[in-house]
């Protein structure tokens, strides 16, 4: 049995392991210096930032998550072996039903990413030339069009 449930503290350090291998299986265009810059900011200041649900396999290993904020997907990572499988819709639906989240950010140079959250109605907004940190890492802005958005 598969379950979404809230994080815990307890699992910041396997999220964070988790969070570095979708990084480095998907986003090529990342430096080195950049993923390691990055890893204790997602460790100690990001995961406690959002409201954060972890999707567990039948074994209770974390496979994935998704962090939420102002009705803002921060965050949502897939393990690279799990990537494919479905994990990413659920916490995606979870996002958006349960938690309200109606946009969020993608780097423009993750595509599949884009792809992803566009094929799950999603639409671009706008773009920034640099991400959250002020790096040369475009983003793009999508939300939910009004009519995708959960009634109230």
């Known amino acids: 049995m598969t379950a979404i449930r ?3 503290p307890a699992d910041y ?3 964070t392991d988790l969070w570095e291998a979708s990084v480095r299986a998907t986003h090529d265009f990342l ?3 950049a993923i390691q810059t990055l890893r204790p900011l997602i460790r100690e200041v990001y995961l406690a ?4 649900w972890v999707y567990c396999d039948a074994h209770g290993a974390i496979d994935g998550f998704v962090g939420v904020a102002d009705g803002r997907i921060e965050m949502l990572f897939i393990h690279p072996q799990r ?3 479905g994990i990413g819709k659920h916490l995606l639906r979870h996002a ?3 938690l309200g989240a109606t946009a969020l950010d ?3 140079q993750n595509p599949q990413a884009a792809g992803f959250y ?3 109605g999603f639409v671009v907004t706008g773009r920034s030339p640099l991400d959250g940190q002020g790096q040369p890492y475009p983003l793009l802005h999508m939300a939910l069009p009004d009519a995708a958005r959960p009634s109230s």
């Open 6 to 8: 809230p994080a815990l």
């Open 13 to 15: 350090d396997r999220i």
């Open 31 to 33: 430096p080195e210096h």
């Open 49 to 52: 930032a959002v409201d954060l």
């Open 83 to 85: 990537r494919g499988g």
């Open 96 to 98: 958006i039903e349960t």
């Open 106 to 108: 993608v780097n423009e």
């Open 118 to 120: 566009q094929h799950l």
